[in-house]
């Protein structure tokens, strides 16, 4: 079973940036769906971006424009880009297949508030 294992999470203030990464224990290259998704307080998860083994990305409307997924086959690894950071962005942010089929790992926390 692949173990999941996000980092990057901070406190940071409205406008600004974070980069989150996301290292599988296994190889994900025959994984076609990889995504990033959060969970705030009281809420339940959502998926926020996804991508597939070729590149293409999708987006929830919410970050469109100011989150960018990538996906290394090569180096194994899913990395979530987060500009222009708002307050409703606070949650804890996992990374896993879509839909989600692995083990989920323990998120990081990301922190938005001046």
């Known amino acids: 079973q692949v173990q999941l294992v996000e980092s990057g999470g901070g406190l940071v203030q409205p406008g600004g940036s974070l980069r989150l990464s996301c290292v599988p224990s296994?190889?994900?290259?025959?994984?076609?769906?990889m995504g990033w998704y959060r969970q705030a307080p009281g809420k339940q998860r959502e998926l926020v971006a996804a991508?597939?083994?070729?590149?293409?990305?999708t987006y929830a409307d919410s970050v469109k424009g100011r989150f960018t997924i990538y996906r290394d086959n090569v180096k194994n690894t899913v990395a979530l880009q987060m500009n222009n950071l708002k307050p409703e962005d606070t949650a804890v942010y996992y990374c896993?297949?879509?839909?989600?089929?692995?083990?989920w790992g323990q998120g990081t926390q990301v922190t938005v508030s001046s």
């Open positions: 896993n297949s879509v839909p989600p089929h692995l083990a």
């Open positions: 296994g190889s994900i290259k025959s994984i076609l769906h």
């Open positions: 991508v597939t083994s070729d590149g293409t990305t």
